[in-house]
């Protein structure tokens, strides 16, 4: 299993949102590098979602149901979308300032090239961003 983050502005589609809908789809990525990663998405990965703009904080977990198809939003059909099942919020958000603070995040992809939409997060690194969100929360009602 793999582990990620995905990014969205709360005022466009935020983690409420994701939890009203319980499985959707994740779609209008248009960088290619955030699009080969949702392409190695496979069922079963998890993924932290993380309000950008304003929040700027990661909220909860989701988890891959559909691997990688066309994206019904790209007119061109060249960009794919991956349905996400909201899991759990987190314990407590965590904030990207706690992220920058944090030593053993310091290679974390959302520090690194902040405008990538999707990134791969390590183990080691999802394990202490979940310790610093005090776990997973309540668990998302199927």
């Known amino acids: 299993m793999?582990?990620?983050?995905?990014k969205s502005e709360p005022e466009t589609?935020?983690?409420?949102?994701?939890?009203?809908?319980g499985v959707e789809p994740w779609v209008g990525v248009r960088n290619h590098q955030a699009a080969n990663f949702l392409k190695a998405m496979k069922s079963g990965d998890l993924a932290f979602?993380?309000?950008?703009?304003?929040?700027?904080?990661?909220?909860?977990?989701?988890?891959?149901?559909r691997e990688a198809y066309i994206d019904p939003t790209?007119?061109?059909?060249?960009?794919?979308?991956v349905d996400f099942k909201a899991?759990?919020?987190?314990?407590?958000p965590v904030s990207l300032k706690t992220l920058r603070a944090h030593p053993?995040?310091?290679g974390l992809a959302l520090l690194r090239q902040?405008?990538?939409?999707?990134?791969?997060?390590?183990?080691?690194?999802w394990e202490e961003i979940l310790t610093l969100g005090g776990g997973l929360g309540a668990k998302v009602k199927p």
């Open 114 to 125: 902040s405008r990538l939409s999707v990134s791969p997060v390590s183990r080691p690194e």
């Open 87 to 92: 899991l759990a919020a987190l314990g407590r």
């Open 13 to 21: 589609w935020s983690w409420a949102d994701h939890v009203r809908k």
């Open 2 to 6: 793999h582990h990620w983050l995905v």
């Open 74 to 81: 790209d007119p061109a059909g060249r960009f794919v979308a």
């Open 104 to 106: 053993a995040l310091q």
């Open 49 to 65: 979602f993380y309000h950008s703009v304003h929040g700027k904080e990661i909220v909860g977990v989701l988890q891959v149901v």
